[in-house]
């Protein structure tokens, strides 16, 4: 049986190739005038390149977070470009405008942004390296008052949003990384949802890191009025290099009274190839401020790809009643390593949270769930539960819990359930024995651990991913 | 029941296996015709279950000398799937508990899986429904294991009703039951030993494996065979189960000694 599964594992990373566009990239290295140059380079006000100059300044007295159990050497910053943009410019009205080798590039993805999206009435920004290069759907959003649209963008057309928000819930101080893609972030995505609209579509960015050696600094900010709901899908993909790349983005969320975000990733970064070489390392730090009264903030993650993954997606719950949700797939395999959770801060009254974790880890990698769950001395009647499930499949691989539980009001509830489980030979074989191949076993298996968090992904979303955490672990047992 | 001139289902000669570099089976011979139930009784250790195992194709043992032929097919020739889409049947002495699988799920799939490889068609979740629900009152299952994950904390009783249960949806040319018997208690017996007998007919074979006596009640057999060191040493019809219980195993190595000493 071994064998056979053998020969299913390794399988080739489909979207490990690298597009032959021309890309404007920025000499390797960070100094003040990198950033000024990047802040010219895409015509922003002076406010911004002071939000920039003032990251870097407190960038460069802080060290290197060093408590993640996660090893690797030393990232030289000095060697990453901070800038890279596809040459091919000017502002494009419609997707007849785009280079094609990129649409096709995004048809090797399975992005195809002509009929399948539109057929799903998706939204799509599309992310490639640093810059915006397509926004669809826009107009017929605009009609209901949503802005979707690049950050660049944002930042011209709607400053005094941007403004008002940036860094609000992720101050440029707040962590190692958070200050460097504070001082050198190149785009990302912008979304504002009005008062009292409810989007009518899910919105959907996808993420490209194409050049090597270039770092992938994305700033998202999405904000909902009062009364709003909004559902948002990013995907990620990276093309295949020997060398580790940077990706240190920021996701801030604000969720004003009775508002409702709902943020699913599915990443699928490089990962590395079956020695261990190459792949991206996801530094990424994520968080939604519950700012109003019954607001909600959930974040649904598929962590499937990277060398390395160090991102705890956390909620802040500021408003009495508001409520934090945190579901989470993660899936290591071969030497790729995670260290990945939530925070849920607790400081309104009567607020609520829940944690779904379900970590999975294949050959010699290592997956670690990490989870604050913190109470303010003012959150009255706090709620909280958690369930952290880790998967062991095959001998090799290691599963850690680092839960913290910090509580200073009497009046509130928290629960934690773990568990610790193994895709074994046995398994595959009652599988076997009943008819069932090794493939639709692993799958079955692996679908049942993660249902919890897959029910909680739009449908078009849960399908794939679903059929990447198979692909992911082919082979990977016995 | 024997019936005259009826086809051979399996047919095992020489058959020898090691696990670990032990040798477990040292060239055992068995023929079962279709139609026939074979008890293989034995002390611990002496290789029943692992003959049961082998049959199935659990990759832990390996196959070190011998001829295994089902319906007439080298049964080594295919995969452990295979082996069960093709018939052969295998209910576990101690089934895998699989959390977070829904029993309903599973049992569909392993159904429609094994239908589709013999030419049948699917069912969809609703005639399957309809489906398994009948064949649980033959074990007097309640609907709720449907529900539940596969196996997991299911009584001793529970398990081995599941796997009855499989027996029935698969309709196996060739059913070999892995001390079914063990932890269960009288009730739990009499029902599993009932859907076996149910599901026992003239096209299909099953091949009990025991330690005791116990289940043989229930179930009758054709032959019984007892299994020492690796072969079978003794063949003989239901009274020998009798016997067996009665004076142990003992007395049939010390025969089976004298008879192939008096040979040499």
Known sequence: MSATLQNLVNQPYKHGFVTSIESDVAPKGLNADTIRMISTKKKEPEWLLEFRLKSYEAWLKMEEPVWPNVHYPKIDFQAISYYSAPKQKPKLKSMDEVDPELLRTFEKLGVPLHERMALAGVAVDVIFDSVSVATTYKDKLAEVGIIFCSMSEAVHDHPELVQKYLGTVIPPSDNFYAALNSAVFTDGSFCYIPKGVKCPMDLSTYFRINTEESGQFERTLIVAEEGASVSYLEGCTAPAFSSNQLHAAVVELVALDNADIKYSTVQNWYAGDEKGVGGIYNFVTKRGLAKGVNSRISWTQVETGSAITWKYPSCVLLGDNSVGEFYSVAVTNHYQQADTGTKMIHVGKNTRSTIVSKGISAGHSNNSYRGLVKVAPGATGARNYSQCDSMLVGQNSGAHTFPYIQVANNSSQIEHEASTSKIGEDQLFYFAQRGIDAEAAVSMIINGFCKDVFQQLPMEFAVEATALLSFKLEGSVG | ?264
Not at chain 2, 27 to 52: Q, Y
Not at chain 2, 143 to 158: A, Q, W
Request: aromatic share 8%; net charge negative; with cysteine.
């Open chain 2, 1 to 264: 029941m024997i019936y005259p001139d009826s086809k051979i289902v399996l047919e095992v000669r020489g058959l020898c296996a090691t696990v670990n570099g032990t040798e477990i089976l040292k060239g055992l011979d068995l023929t079962v015709r279709r139609g026939e139930v074979h008890a293989i009784m034995g002390p611990n250790g002496s290789g029943k279950s692992t003959f049961s195992k082998i049959l199935a194709g659990h990759s832990a043992y390996e196959v070190t000398g011998g001829s295994v032929m089902f319906e007439g097919q080298n049964l080594f020739d295919l995969a452990p799937e295979e082996r069960a889409r093709a018939g052969v049947f295998l209910a576990f002495q101690y089934p895998i508990e699989i959390p977070g699988v829904i029993n309903s799920q599973f049992l569909r799939l392993t159904y429609n899986t094994v239908q589709t490889h013999r030419g049948k068609e699917e069912l969809d979740p609703l005639e399957f429904d309809d489906y398994v629900r009948e064949k649980m009152k033959l074990l007097e299952m309640s609907p709720d294991f449907l529900e539940r994950s596969v196996n997991e904390g299911f009584s001793g009783g529970e398990k081995k009703r599941n796997e009855i249960l499989q027996m029935a949806m698969l309709d196996p040319r060739l059913a070999i039951l892995d001390e079914t018997d063990s932890g269960l208690d009288i009730d739990a017996l009499r029902i599993v030993a009932n859907g076996v007998n149910q599901l026992a007919n003239k096209d299909n074979a099953i091949v009990l494996v025991t330690h005791y006596q116990r289940l043989l009640n229930y179930i009758v057999p054709d032959y019984v065979h007892v299994m020492e060191a690796g072969r079978i040493i003794k063949t003989g019809g239901k009274e020998l189960a009798l016997e067996l219980e009665s004076r142990g195993y003992d007395w049939v190595g010390v025969e089976h000694k004298a008879v192939a000493g008096a040979v040499a």
